[in-house]
């Protein structure tokens, strides 16, 4: 399974509100960083907090419309899906991956700076 597979079955877990998949899918210090900037860090942590974003936002789900690799990361770029008005536009995301898993999964507000910072963007 390479880089794109894992994010993919991880996005498809996050779609199916699938706590097992997800702990499945991520490493024992795995990190999630908000557009905000705030950081969950540790495994049963961040499944603690998926636990209670699923409960608070059914339904959500991520499309992705463009990936591009950047050395162990694939950054992403799309919309996410979510009755809260607050979740529901584009967005950006990077996924970090360590040994098969991922290691860090960063969502970011979908801006010009971001655009390019990401590589989606030159300039």
Known sequence: ???TDIVARFNAAITAADIGALAGLITDDHRF?????NEIAGREEVLAAWRGFFQ????????????????GSLCLMGASHCSD????????WRATLQGGKLAAWEVFDDTADTRRALGFMSG
């Open 56 to 71: 608070a936002f059914p339904g959500y789900r991520n499309t992705f419309s463009q990936t591009r690799a950047d050395g």
């Open 33 to 37: 960083v908000d557009s905000a900037g």
């Open 1 to 3: 399974m390479d880089d």
């Open 85 to 92: 008005p607050r979740l529901d536009g584009p967005a950006l």
